[in-house]
């Protein structure tokens, strides 16, 4: 006999184990989230955000900071000082301090109007007595370089303590400018400036009592009513044009700047060359008297020999310049091994002496020779 179809349905089983499950799982899970939410809410409250895998610590970032500002890269060095900034659970003073960092970054790299918003949101921090002057400089300094003048005389207005531009108590003015005074004493100084520059060129070329004797001669000089007025007109027509040409912002030109950079490394080459030879040279009586004796068959006049005395400052030119040349030799050698410096002479080819075969030409044969 045939079985019979069954027909009924198979029974359901309990599902009430399985939602008991997944309710629990729910449970955790929303638990979890709620556990990083209030962790997310308290470090943004101390100023802070949680790291992911990539990203680096707050100390982290300011050794990257540093190492990027000792490396001469001010727009890298710049945001990593702001990254730790926004990373850094530290104080108020400790900001302060990173913004004029930041600040100086700015200026140093012809930002100017970064480096101003940089210096006042380091004052709205903190303000440091150390760094209060140097703020107050800085700031003086990119208002001129922008040639803000006009916002440059309500700053020093507000600023109390900032007088550069302003003549101390019993400083004769000797004229005015807006808010800058030019006094006796910066006649006096730019004085003895110009008196040292140009004793700093001729100094190769003295003795210590020649030395003296010029400068009291160009003391002398610049000493009348005269010459002063015409320093004062000079320094007056440098700062009006100054102020014009920052005002015309000259210096974002290409070619200006590119000629400011040349002037600087120029500049910058020369006293450091200077510097060396004023710190290493010093020639006493008793080397000049060494000098004549071991060459005295370069100080002769005709047939006859010069006595020690008249030939002095010969000697002590031919010393000087002789010792200024193993001075310099010596600074380059040494910056040359220093900073890795390679000359591939063999791009340099030998040129052909002038007055060799090559170089002459022969003249055009006669009528007699073509023939």
């Known amino acids: 006999m045939a079985d019979e179809l069954n027909l009924k349905l198979p029974e359901r089983k309990s599902s009430s184990g399985l939602n008991r499950t997944v309710f629990v799982l729910l449970i955790c899970l929303l638990a979890v989230g709620a556990i990083n939410m209030l962790i997310s809410l308290y470090e943004a409250q101390r100023g802070e955000r949680p790291l992911s895998n990539k990203e680096l610590p707050s100390e982290a970032r300011k050794e990257l900071a540093l190492k990027l500002e000792k490396q001469g890269i001010p727009d890298r060095a710049t945001e ?20 004029y960092r930041i600040g100086k970054l700015y200026q140093n790299d012809g930002k100017y109007d970064q480096a101003l918003d940089a210096y006042y949101r380091s004052e709205s921090f903190a303000k440091i007595p150390e760094l209060e002057p140097e703020i107050n400089r800085r700031i003086q300094e990119s208002l001129e370089s922008l040639g803000k003048f006009a916002a440059l005389r309500y700053e020093l207005a507000d600023r109390v303590g900032v007088t550069p531009t302003e003549s101390g ?56 009513a005269s010459e002063r007025l015409h320093i004062l007109n000079q320094l007056l027509v440098e700062e009006m044009l100054y102020r014009k040409a920052r005002e015309d912002r000259l210096t974002e030109e290409p070619d200006v700047w590119a000629i400011l950079r040349d002037a600087e490394r120029s500049i ?69 091994e220093r900073y890795n410096v390679v000359i591939h002479t063999s791009r340099f080819p030998e040129e052909t002496p002038v007055g060799s075969e090559e170089d002459i030409q022969k003249p055009p044969p006669s009528k007699d020779e073509s023939k």
């Open 80 to 99: 990593a000082w702001k990254q730790y900034l926004s990373w850094a659970d530290i104080g108020a003073e400790e900001r302060a301090k990173v913004w």
């Open 169 to 224: 108590p019993g400083e004769e003015v000797m004229a005015e400018i807006g808010t800058l005074k030019i006094t006796k004493s910066d006649i006096d100084r730019w004085i003895d400036e110009q008196i040292d520059r140009q004793m700093s060129t001729m100094a190769a070329f003295m003795s210590e009592e020649q030395r003296k004797s010029q400068r009291e001669a160009l003391l002398k000089h610049f000493s009348s």
């Open 268 to 336: 910058l080459a020369q006293l450091v060359l200077e510097k060396e030879i004023a710190e290493q040279i010093k020639i006493s009586p008793v080397d000049l008297q060494t000098y004549y004796e071991a060459n005295k068959q370069e100080f002769r006049e005709e047939e006859r020999q010069k006595t020690f005395e008249e030939a002095r400052p010969e000697v002590y030119r031919a010393l000087r310049s002789r010792k200024e040349a193993e001075v310099r030799e010596a600074l380059l050698s040494q910056l040359k």
